[in-house]
């Protein structure tokens, strides 16, 4: 398979050496990997943080979890809307799924400028997919809770992660099986064009030497510029952030207008 339309040289033998050595590997990988279970579609609530002694400003953010499917850049669109210009961090988890929308959302998410970290919301009260609760009614939001670097976020997910503003992996989460070819030559070219836009260098990271179990090392994946900082989430979620001057565009006051 050729990946680039320019002739023959070094560069493109080259490349064509590394596409083969991904090839062998992804061919090894799916031998020894169960097939994924299937994963209810992303859904993105904005959570508060229940951290003690934080109130009345408490840092808030965007949980993304499930998989990624064609109307999911949709349903970040709407929620996006909803916050009315907010930079709210992503708290990322996904066993991947649709390669084109993965990289129509992450394209939204670099447009919006916001910041993207692999983790677990653990919701307190009402549950994410739980209908009518008042658990959390007079607490200043629908959804509270707090996120920890847990999780994984793999195949389609690291296209979402790359394009973060800050992208951070801690700790406790796994990024994985990140795609370096897609299904023909022309879908290839065009995932080759989206690291490029997110400035992911591609071909240095598809010649990384990967571990036993075929992962790269976060420390590769920062020297690539996948990940930009290999810290917990608690970076863009933690009380302790709102206390800057200014506070970041995730700590939000809550007031009496808030129950009205």
């Not at 020894?32 to 408490?58: D, I, K, W, Y």
């Not at 930079?87 to 910041?115: C, F, H, T, Y």
């Not at 394009?163 to 801690?170: C, K, P, T, V």
Request: with cysteine; charged share 20%.
């Amino acid at each position: 398979m050729r990946v680039w339309s320019s002739p023959p040289g070094p560069a493109t033998t080259r490349l064509k050496c590394v596409v083969a050595l991904i090839c062998l590997l992804a061919a090894g990988l799916l031998m020894e990997r169960p097939a994924m279970a299937a994963e209810q579609e992303m859904r993105f609530v904005v959570v508060r943080s229940n951290q003690v002694g934080c109130e009345p400003t408490c840092p808030e953010w965007i949980s993304a979890a499930g998989a990624i499917g064609p109307k999911t850049p949709a349903l970040l669109k709407a929620t996006l809307k909803m916050l009315a210009g907010r930079k709210l961090p992503l708290v990322l988890r996904s066993p991947g799924g649709d390669m084109a929308a993965a990289m129509a959302l992450g394209r939204l998410i670099r447009k919006s400028k916001l910041s993207v970290a692999v983790g677990t919301t653990m919701f307190v009260g009402c549950q994410r997919d739980q209908k009518n609760c008042t658990a959390n009614d007079k607490k200043g939001a629908d959804y509270i809770g707090k996120a920890a670097s847990l999780g994984a976020c793999e195949q389609a997910c690291t296209l979402v992660l790359a394009s973060g503003i800050r992208r951070l992996a801690g700790e406790g989460t796994i990024v994985d099986d990140i795609p370096m070819l897609a299904g023909n030559e022309a879908d290839t070219r065009k995932l080759v064009a989206y690291y490029g836009e997110m400035g992911v260098r591609y071909q240095s990271l598809a010649e990384r030497l990967r571990n036993a179990a075929g992962r790269l090392h976060p420390y590769q994946l920062s020297l690539e510029l996948m990940l930009t900082d290999q810290l917990p989430v608690g970076q863009l979620v933690d009380a302790e952030i709102c206390r800057a001057v200014p506070a970041p565009d995730n700590c939000r006051v809550f007031t009496t207008l808030d129950l009205e």
